[in-house]
């Protein structure tokens, strides 16, 4: 285990001035596992008047001072041993007691796998066998699992997002809580729930993870509900609506947006439902509602508009049939070559959660990728700029206002389906001539 090392010189300028220091929490856990780390966090007997003595004013942010948390160089928070009063908001702690005790500074904290401490010199110290847990891939809360949660009810978030993330099982106990308490979620800033929520969904486990604990999925969004257990009776279809929504996200690319659009993409089907006289469920018109409905959630979540405006763009075309290179043109030309080459993935992990047999498709998928961009890189008119005549060259010919828009484009269809080439004179004579 190789020894973390930045923030080291904090420890070591804390101990020479008579106290106790440690790294803590996350990194500790993540040094353990091998995994990247990310925020140091170091734990000390020092009062937060202490480190600012130590460390100068200049170089200390009071952040979180009241809770004994001060930053110091602005990248390492340092926080005095603690003991936590009544969460009276279910988020933060009225008040706390510090104490000299780093047993019970680290009592407080939600899982075992988060409650080491580690010297400066790598030695770990572990009260409550969170060593053991990470080596046998078991969460579990520090103490009386209902008691933690209700204290702060994001950590119900987290325990399933870690499972997730790091493939490891919630101990029963832990886990029993988490379904007893999940509904506590609504008591958290919609922010702090996004965070963990894009986590958990890229997790290398996430498909375990929804599936068992679709109960915490709900409750952050309500409108998965009607999702599970619903039968689609489709031939393309061998999951219910709700563990299909799962797989899809499991089967896409590591890549965050699209797997917002893949939790979301058939939130619409169990209200488009409808079944032929062969017992063949339909969903038409579920894209468009999918797309409306994600962006109600995606508000109500926080997201930022760019990426909630991305996500339902592709929600809204996850179903569109291609079948030729000229429709491959013209989405591309409507989204861009980045978000058409995103939708083909999503297409892609769509397919993945339906029969095998529909997986052929996928191939597709990468050729129309392929095309798009040769489409882009020959420089293919697909846009009113690219076009060989301009908005002067249509008033030139006496044309005013609206008829403007119009005639360029239709000149830009014609071009686009190959029964024009994009040359000014030959689109200006077909502008003169009235074909237009």
């Known amino acids: 285990m190789e020894r973390i090392t930045k923030?080291?010189?904090?420890?070591?300028?804390?101990?020479?001035?008579?106290?106790?220091a440690y790294y803590v929490g996350g990194c500790v856990r993540d040094t353990i596992m091998g995994r990247e780390i990310h925020d140091i966090d170091i734990t000390t007997s020092a009062l937060p008047e202490d480190v600012i003595r130590v460390f100068g004013n200049e170089r200390v942010l009071p952040t979180g001072i009241r809770h004994g948390t001060v930053t110091v160089d602005r990248g390492f928070?340092?926080?005095?041993?603690?003991?936590?009063?009544?969460?009276?908001?279910?988020?933060?702690?009225?008040?706390?007691?510090?104490?000299?005790?780093?047993?019970?500074?680290?009592?407080?904290?939600d899982l075992t796998m988060n409650a080491i401490a580690m010297d400066i010199n790598g030695n770990i110290i572990d009260y409550f066998n969170g060593m053991a847990d990470i080596r046998d891939g078991i969460i579990r809360c520090v103490g009386e699992p209902e008691k933690r949660?209700?204290?702060?009810?994001?950590?119900?978030?987290?325990t399933v997002r870690f499972a997730s993330e790091l493939s490891a099982e919630i101990e029963s106990g832990t886990a029993d809580a988490v379904h007893k308490l999940c509904g506590r979620l609504e008591l958290i800033s919609r922010e702090r729930v996004r965070e963990e929520l894009d986590k958990l969904i890229c997790?290398?486990?996430?498909?375990?993870?929804?599936l068992g604990y679709s109960d915490v999925m709900t409750v952050i969004i309500p409108e998965l509900k009607p999702c599970i257990g619903f039968q689609q009776h489709s031939r393309y279809h061998r999951y219910t609506v709700w563990e299909h929504i799962v797989r899809a996200v499991g089967a896409s690319p590591d890549d965050v947006v699209i797997r917002r659009a893949m939790l979301l993409h058939d939130v619409g089907k169990p209200e488009m439902f409808t079944m032929d006289e062969n017992g063949e469920g339909h969903f038409k018109g579920h894209a468009g509602l999918s797309a409306d409905m994600a962006e109600k959630i995606l508000e109500r979540l926080r997201y930022d508009r760019r990426s909630a405006e991305l996500v339902c763009e592709l929600i809204r075309h996850h179903s569109d049939k291609i079948h030729s290179e000229n429709q491959v043109k013209h989405l591309t030309a409507e989204l861009g070559l980045e978000v058409f080459c995103m939708l083909m993935e999503c297409k892609?992990?769509?397919?993945?959660?339906?029969?095998?047999?529909?997986?052929?498709?996928?191939?597709?998928?990468?050729?129309?990728?392929?095309?798009?961009?040769?489409?882009?890189?020959?420089?293919?008119?697909?846009?009113?700029?690219?076009?060989?005549?301009?908005?002067?060259?249509?008033?030139s010919l006496g044309m005013r206002g609206e008829d403007i828009g119009k005639a360029l484009s239709g000149l830009l269809e014609l071009v686009m389906d190959g029964v024009l080439p994009n040359e000014r004179d030959m689109l200006i004579r077909h502008i003169t001539e009235g074909s237009l």
């Not at 279910?90 to 008040?95: A, D, G, H, L, M």
């Not at 095998?356 to 846009?383: H, I, P, Q, R, W």
Request: glycine fraction near 8%; charged fraction near 35%; proline fraction near 1%.
């Open 77 to 109: 928070e340092v926080t005095t041993f603690r003991i936590d009063g009544d969460y009276a908001d279910s988020r933060r702690p009225e008040n706390v007691i510090f104490t000299r005790s780093l047993r019970e500074d680290l009592a407080r904290r």
């Open 7 to 20: 923030g080291g010189y904090i420890i070591r300028a804390l101990e020479a001035a008579g106290f106790e």
């Open 203 to 210: 997790g290398k486990d996430c498909v375990r993870v929804m």
């Open 348 to 395: 892609k992990a769509d397919n993945c959660a339906k029969n095998e047999f529909v997986l052929a498709e996928n191939k597709d998928f990468d050729d129309y990728k392929d095309t798009a961009a040769g489409f882009v890189e020959e420089g293919a008119c697909m846009s009113l700029k690219q076009l060989a005549v301009n908005g002067h060259d249509m008033m």
């Open 149 to 158: 949660f209700t204290e702060d009810a994001l950590r119900i978030l987290r």
